[in-house]
């Protein structure tokens, strides 16, 4: 096949600009993918880091206020401790007051009883 003087040249200098524009095409895609991937990742990543702060600001907290929790209810558990020791405490006192009293009653049934045994046995 021939061309006119000229043709050929300008065919080839469509087909350059042709191809040119499409190379610039398909770079601007890639580029804009590229940085849609990149804009993807990078903000995972900071979604991440944020969740990873809060889940350790979170724990962090939870632990605090566990162990004030903790140690109110110790705070708690020994009043109420001191409050059961007291009284069996005041129980036993009793008890013992108690068992005196009964001892010294039987004491005396007893000594009154053996005087009036005496007695009988005197006659």
């Known amino acids: 096949v021939f061309f006119a003087r000229g043709v050929l040249e300008k065919l080839e200098d469509e087909r350059s600009r042709a191809l040119d524009d499409l190379v610039v095409k398909l770079q601007s895609v890639v580029r804009g993918w590229l940085l849609r991937t990149h804009y993807t990742l990078m903000r995972t990543a900071a979604v991440r880091s944020q969740a990873r702060w809060r889940a350790f600001s979170a724990r962090k907290r939870y632990l ?37 009293r009964r001892r010294i009653v039987q004491r005396r049934l007893y000594l009154a009883q053996r005087r009036a045994a005496g007695g009988l046995q005197g006659l």
Request: net charge positive; charged share 25%.
């Open 64 to 100: 605090a206020l566990r162990g004030s929790v903790i140690l109110a209810q110790a705070r708690w558990r020994r009043v109420v401790a001191a409050r059961r020791v007291h009284q069996l405490r005041r129980y036993r006192a009793a008890t013992r007051i108690q068992s005196s």
